[in-house]
């Protein structure tokens, strides 16, 4: 619908530039900050290591693939995550801002929903092992993934 919507981090808070170009600044929203313990290191290093996608251009022409990315440990970690991470945003069919939460390693993936004034709404908490991957008319897809790490694309209406 036009809107662009800016997420900070201190304070975290949610403000949106609309179709007509005004400014509307939400309230500072709540957030406890998540500790950098050994499991979140070992967490992010596990997936800084997965194989990605990857096209190999050679004398034959190109081939597709994966391939294991460089990893490189930080030189320090931070004490504490800020509220959000890279790629936390994202708008709905609805008009809702969802944003992903930062959270600890044995944590399911969990959402603040954001409304057209900047404020909070609810906070929608995945079932673990379940990811966002999408949204349609009044849906959002969601990936299951079971024991043997079979993928199940999952259609839900959209929280009212």
């Not at 939400?26 to 313990?37: E, H, Q, S, T």
């Not at 992903?100 to 709404?121: H, K, N, V, W, Y």
């Not at 991957?133 to 199940?152: K, Q």
């Amino acid at each position: 619908d036009g809107r662009i919507a800016f997420v900070t981090v201190d304070p975290y808070r949610v403000s949106i530039v609309t179709a007509t170009g005004s400014r509307v600044e939400g309230p500072p929203l709540p957030f406890i900050p998540v500790a950098v313990d050994r499991s979140l290191q070992d967490q992010w290093r596990q997936l800084q290591q997965q194989p990605v996608a990857s096209l190999t251009y050679g004398p034959n022409g190109v081939s597709a693939g994966r391939t294991r990315p460089t990893f490189v440990e930080p030189d320090a970690w931070p004490d504490a995550l800020p509220p959000f991470l890279p790629n936390a945003v994202r708008f709905a069919s609805d008009g809702m801002l969802w944003i992903e939460r930062a959270m600890a390693a044995d944590q399911p993936q969990s959402f603040d929903l954001i409304d057209r004034t900047g404020a909070l709404t609810r906070r929608v908490v995945l079932p673990k092992r379940t990811r966002l991957v999408g949204f349609g008319m009044a849906t959002v897809y969601t990936v299951r993934i079971d024991e043997d790490d079979l993928e199940y694309l999952q259609q839900h209406r959209l929280p009212d």
